[in-house]
């Protein structure tokens, strides 16, 4: 699909950032430096550091039917890859 860059202290909506519907089950790869992903409705607090550190190189799958999914890079730019999981 497409890859997705994360500024530094945002909360980043992945759904929204890889054009996909809230809900679609899909896979990110971390490309880049260690990010928090959150799985939530609403956007956390922007100082919260609540969540899943997914490490370089690492992937997570993301159900179906998911609330919504966030992604923040606690130091620098970082690169994830997002591509939908088709059942």
């Given at each position: 699909?497409?890859?997705?860059?994360?500024?530094?202290?945002?909360?980043?909506?992945?759904?929204?950032?890889?054009?996909?519907?809230?809900?679609?089950?899909?896979?990110?790869?971390?490309?880049?430096?260690?990010?928090?992903?959150?799985?939530?409705?609403?956007?956390?607090?922007?100082?919260?550091?609540?969540?899943?550190?997914?490490?370089?190189?690492?992937?997570?799958?993301?159900?179906?039917g998911s609330p919504g999914v966030w992604i923040k890079?606690?130091?620098?730019?970082?690169?994830?890859?997002v591509q939908e999981v088709l059942s």
């Amino acid at each position: 699909m497409a890859d997705i860059y994360v500024q530094p202290k945002q909360w980043v909506n992945a759904y929204t950032a890889a054009g996909l519907p809230v809900g679609t089950a899909m896979l990110l790869q971390n490309k880049g430096d260690p990010v928090l992903l959150q799985e939530a409705a609403e956007q956390p607090s922007a100082v919260s550091d609540d969540g899943f550190y997914l490490a370089a190189g690492r992937s997570v799958e993301v159900d179906a039917g998911s609330p919504g999914v966030w992604i923040k890079a606690p130091f620098q730019i970082s690169r994830l890859f997002v591509q939908e999981v088709l059942s």
